[in-house]
C-alpha cells in the first residue's frame, strides 16, 4: 500500500511539475487566447440590453480623498458617455504590482492601471509588450504641452524597453509629488526663526532650536525608506539635475562614487552627531514620526507633499512649507510623479481608455484635486494659491520647481534593487555603521551589477 | 490491510448479499482492495492541491529567471549558486542560526517553568492563569509586532518610559544596530512561550501523581519535584516543542517584518524576510523560489536530525 501511494505521489508531483513549466513556459499565446475568450463573454453577457461598454481601472486609491476623486471623475466621465460603465478598483501600492502581475499573466488584467515608473513595473511590461504606446494620444490630447518635459520623461521608455526616461510615453501621472520641510509656524515664532532662504541660514535655524532643546527634524526611520527622502532632498543641494537624469536614466556612463554623493553623505551624518535629527529617529515608525510633528515635537519635518492634507487636518493654520533652500546652485528636490496611468495590452477599448486618462488629467481633475488639498501633476493657476495656508505654501513651491526645472528623482529607481541596497545603506550611514566613501562605493557596487546584466 | 483482508473472506461467504460480485472474484478484490484508499482520496487531492502543486510550483520557478512580467527563461541551477555566491544570503542565514537560542531555548525554558508552576502549585484561578498566559501564542504574528512597535517606540513607547522612571535614557531598540536582531529575538520568544506552555501543561497531567507523591515522602522540595519528576516525565513534549520551535526560528518572517522589515541596514535580514524581498518587490522570482526551496531544506535536514538525536527510541 505504501508503494501504491508513493507512485501516486510520485505522478501527480511530476504532472504538477510538468503542469507548471507548461504554464509558464508558453505563457503569453494561449492565455492569450483565453483573454479573447473571457473579455468576449463578458462583452456579450453585457451587449445583450443596451450597448454597453465596461472599462476597469486598478490604481493605488485604496481609501482617502484620492479615491474619492477618481470615483468622482469616474462617475462623471460615465454621464458624459452613455452606455460606458468605469469601474475603479483601489489597492495597497504593494498589492497593485502583484494582482497586477498575476491579472495581466492570466489575461484578466484591467483596461487601465497604474504602472510603477522605471525597472520595477514598467520597463519589464514594455519589454513584454503588455502596454499600450501612447504617443499617439499624446498628439490627441496635447499632454506634453501641459505637462513638464522632464514629468514626462519619467514615464517614457524606448520601444525596446531598455532605456528608461527617453522613447516613447507609456503612462501619464495624475498627481506630482514634492519633497520640503513641513514647519510648525509657532515653533518658528516662538524661537525666532523665519523660513529659510539659504542653506546657511537653514543650519542656522537647526542650531538655534538645538540650543533652545526643540528638535529641529522630526524623523522616523524604522521602515526603512523615510531616510530616502531626507538625504535625497540634501543630496539635492550638492547636485545638479543632469547628473542625476544620467544616473537614474543609465545615460553617459555615471558613477556613484562622485562628490555629489559623498559630501551630501558627510552632511547627513554631521545633522545625526549635531543632534539635528530626532534622537533615536532609528526606532520611530513613519506614520509614528509626521504624528509627533503634527503634535508639535519638532521645528520641521523633511517630507513629501503627499502629507499636506493629514497634516493640515491636525494642525491647521500652525503648519507651512519650504523647499531645501539654495547652495551656490540651485538645489534639486526629490520628487516627481504620482504612478502613470497607463493602458494594458489585452483592452478592447484602447481609444476609450486614453480618453478616460485624458479626463483624469483635465481642468475638472486639477480642480477635483485641488479641492482635496493634493498635488495634480501639473503647474497650478495663481488663482489656487492662498496666502498662509500650507497648501498655498505647497503649490507656490510646486511651481518654482516645476519653472525651474528642478524637480529631481527619488533614487530607489535608479536598479530594480537599488530601493534595498540603498535604504539598508543608508540606516548603516546614519548610524555610523559605514563612511560615507563606503556609502557611495555600496550604492555603485549595486548600480554596476545591474548595469552588467543588461550588457 | 488487516480490513481489507477481512472484507474478502466476507464476500467469500455464504451471504446473499455478497454472492453476486462472488461470481466475478477478480473485480471484488480489485474494488475491495481499493476501498481503504478511497477513503483518504479526498484528503489527498486536498494535499496535492495545496501541497503538492505548490511546491512543485515553487521548486520549477526556482529553476528560471522571471522578472514576474515576461516570459520567463530556464536557469537551470543559476539562481542556486546564485544563493551561495551571494553574501546577503550567509548573512540571512546566520540570522536565523542566532535566532535559534532566542525562538527555541527561551520559550521552552519560560513555558516549562510556568507550566511547573502553575500545576506544581496548584494556584487558584488555573484556568484564568492559562488563558492570558496562551494569549501571546494565538495573536497574529503581524499584530504582535505591531504591538511591540508601540510598545518600544523610544518618544512615547511604554518600556522607555518605564525605564526612564529609573533615570534610564532607553535606546532606538528596534532601530539600534546592536540590539535590533536581541530584540525581534525576544518578541518572538514572548510571541512563542505560549505553544510550549500548553504543550507542557498537557504533558504534566499524564505524569502519574503517585510520582508526586513517592518524591514528596522521600522529601524532594519542590525544586527537586520540578527536576526528577516534572522534567524526565516531558521527555517527549519537550522534543516535539524544540522541533517546532525551531522550524519558527529557521522559517522567522512576520513578526520581523512588522516590526523592522529586516533592518537597520541588514541587521534583521533573514532567510523568509530576504526571499518576500527578492520574489515581490524586486521583480527576482527564480531567485526567491530557489531561496524558499534552500529554507525547507535547510528546515527538514535540521528537524530531522534533531528528531534522530533526541526522538525516543522504539
Known amino acids: ?455 | 490491510m488487516r480490513r481489507s483482508s477481512q472484507r474478502s473472506s466476507k464476500s467469500g461467504g455464504a451471504e446473499p448479499a455478497a454472492a453476486g460480485s462472488a461470481r466475478i472474484p477478480g473485480r471484488s478484490s480489485v474494488l475491495a482492495r481499493l476501498e481503504p484508499h478511497l477513503f483518504y482520496l479526498p484528503a489527498l487531492v486536498i494535499y496535492a492541491l495545496f501541497m503538492v502543486v505548490p511546491v512543485a510550483g515553487t521548486v520549477g520557478l526556482s529553476l528560471v529567471h522571471w522578472d514576474g512580467w515576461g516570459a520567463p527563461s530556464f536557469a537551470g541551477l543559476a539562481n542556486y549558486v546564485a544563493a551561495f555566491r551571494d553574501p546577503l544570503f550567509w548573512q540571512a542565514l546566520w540570522h536565523n542560526l542566532v535566532l535559534i537560542p532566542y525562538y527555541v531555548v527561551l520559550p521552552l525554558a519560560i513555558g516549562l517553568v510556568l507550566a511547573a508552576v502553575i500545576e506544581q502549585l496548584k494556584l487558584r484561578g488555573t484556568g484564568f492563569f492559562r488563558f492570558t498566559l496562551f494569549l501571546p501564542y494565538i495573536m497574529p504574528g503581524v499584530l504582535v509586532g505591531v504591538v511591540w512597535r508601540w510598545l518600544l517606540n523610544p518618544v512615547f513607547g511604554l518600556v522607555n518610559e518605564v525605564l526612564a522612571l529609573f533615570g534610564v535614557a532607553g535606546p532606538a531598540w528596534l532601530g539600534d544596530f546592536k540590539l535590533a536582531l536581541p530584540t525581534v529575538g525576544l518578541i518572538g520568544a514572548w510571541a512563542g512561550y505560549g505553544f510550549c506552555f500548553v504543550v507542557f501543561l498537557a504533558g504534566i497531567q499524564k505524569i502519574p501523581a503517585e510520582l508526586y507523591e513517592a518524591a514528596r515522602i522521600d522529601g524532594a522540595s519542590a525544586v527537586g519535584e520540578f527536576w526528577h519528576v516534572t522534567v524526565p516525565g516531558l521527555r517527549g513534549e519537550m522534543v516535539v516543542v524544540l522541533v517546532a520551535n525551531m522550524i519558527n526560528a529557521l522559517r522567522a518572517f512576520d513578526v520581523i517584518w512588522a516590526t523592522t522589515r529586516g533592518g537597520p541596514g541588514r541587521q534583521t535580514t533573514v532567510i523568509a524576510s530576504y526571499m518576500v524581498e527578492n520574489a515581490f518587490n524586486i521583480n527576482r522570482v527564480g531567485y526567491g523560489a530557489a531561496l524558499a526551496v534552500i529554507l525547507a531544506v535547510v528546515t527538514i535536514a535540521l528537524s530531522t536530525a534533531t528528531l534522530r538525536l533526541l526522538g525516543e527510541r522504539k
Open chain 1, 1 to 455: 500500500m505504501r508503494r501504491w501511494v508513493s507512485v501516486f505521489l510520485g505522478i501527480t508531483l511530476i504532472a504538477a511539475l510538468v503542469g507548471c513549466s507548461g504554464q509558464s513556459g508558453t505563457s503569453s499565446q494561449p492565455q492569450g487566447g483565453s483573454t479573447q475568450g473571457t473579455t468576449q463573454q463578458s462583452e456579450q453577457g453585457t451587449t445583450s440590453g443596451t450597448e454597453q461598454i465596461k472599462l476597469v481601472f486598478w490604481d493605488t486609491n485604496n481609501s482617502g480623498v484620492l479615491k474619492d476623486v477618481v470615483e468622482q471623475l469616474a462617475a462623471e466621465f460615465e454621464q458624459q458617455h452613455p452606455g460606458v460603465k468605469v469601474e475603479h478598483r483601489g489597492w495597497t501600492t504593494e498589492e497593485l504590482q502583484k494582482s497586477l502581475q498575476r491579472a495581466v499573466s492570466s489575461g484578466e488584467g484591467p483596461d487601465i492601471a497604474q504602472i510603477n515608473n522605471g525597472e520595477s513595473s514598467m520597463g519589464p511590461m514594455v519589454r513584454a509588450g503588455l502596454l499600450v504606446p501612447m504617443d499617439q494620444y499624446d498628439e490627441k490630447y496635447g499632454w506634453s504641452k501641459r505637462i513638464a518635459a522632464g514629468l514626462l520623461a519619467r514615464n517614457r521608455y524606448t520601444d525596446d524597453g531598455q532605456t528608461f526616461g527617453t522613447g516613447t510615453l507609456w503612462g501619464v501621472s495624475q498627481t506630482g509629488e514634492i519633497i520640503g520641510f513641513y514647519y510648525n509656524r509657532q515653533i518658528f515664532a516662538e524661537n525666532g526663526v523665519s523660513v529659510p532662504t539659504t542653506f546657511d541660514e537653514l543650519e542656522a535655524a537647526f542650531e538655534t532650536f538645538k540650543q533652545k532643546g526643540v528638535t529641529p527634524i522630526v524623523l522616523g526611520n524604522l521602515d526603512k525608506w523615510p531616510a530616502i527622502h531626507v538625504y535625497g532632498d540634501l543630496q539635492g543641494a550638492y547636485t545638479t539635475l543632469e547628473y542625476l537624469d544620467q544616473l537614474i536614466y543609465h545615460q553617459g556612463n555615471q558613477t556613484w562614487e562622485t562628490d555629489d554623493i559623498i559630501v551630501p553623505a558627510q552632511k547627513l551624518q554631521e545633522w545625526v552627531q549635531k543632534g539635528y535629527l530626532m534622537e533615536n529617529f532609528a526606532g520611530v515608525g513613519y506614520d509614528d514620526a509626521w504624528k509627533i510633528f503634527a503634535n508639535g515635537g519638532g521645528a520641521t519635518l523633511l517630507a513629501g507633499s503627499w502629507l499636506s492634507g493629514d497634516l493640515a487636518k491636525a494642525m491647521g493654520e500652525n503648519v507651512g512649507f519650504f523647499l531645501m533652500p539654495d547652495r551656490d546652485r540651485p538645489t534639486v528636490h526629490v520628487g516627481g510623479v504620482g504612478l502613470p496611468y497607463g493602458i494594458i495590452k489585452t483592452t478592447k477599448h484602447q481609444d476609450l481608455a486614453a480618453e478616460f486618462i485624458n479626463f483624469l488629467v483635465s481642468d475638472r481633475a486639477v480642480e477635483l484635486l485641488i479641492a482635496n488639498e493634493t498635488l495634480p501633476g501639473l503647474p497650478i493657476g495663481d488663482e489656487h494659491i492662498k496666502e498662509g495656508t500650507l497648501s498655498g505654501d505647497l503649490y507656490r513651491a510646486w511651481n518654482y520647481a516645476n519653472q525651474t526645472n528642478t524637480v529631481g528623482h527619488y533614487m530607489d529607481w535608479a536598479t530594480p534593487t537599488f530601493y534595498d541596497t540603498l535604504t539598508a545603506s543608508l540606516q548603516a550611514l546614519m548610524a555610523g555603521e559605514m563612511d560615507p566613501e563606503g556609502f557611495a562605493r555600496e550604492l555603485q557596487r549595486d548600480y554596476a551589477a545591474f548595469l552588467a546584466t543588461k550588457q
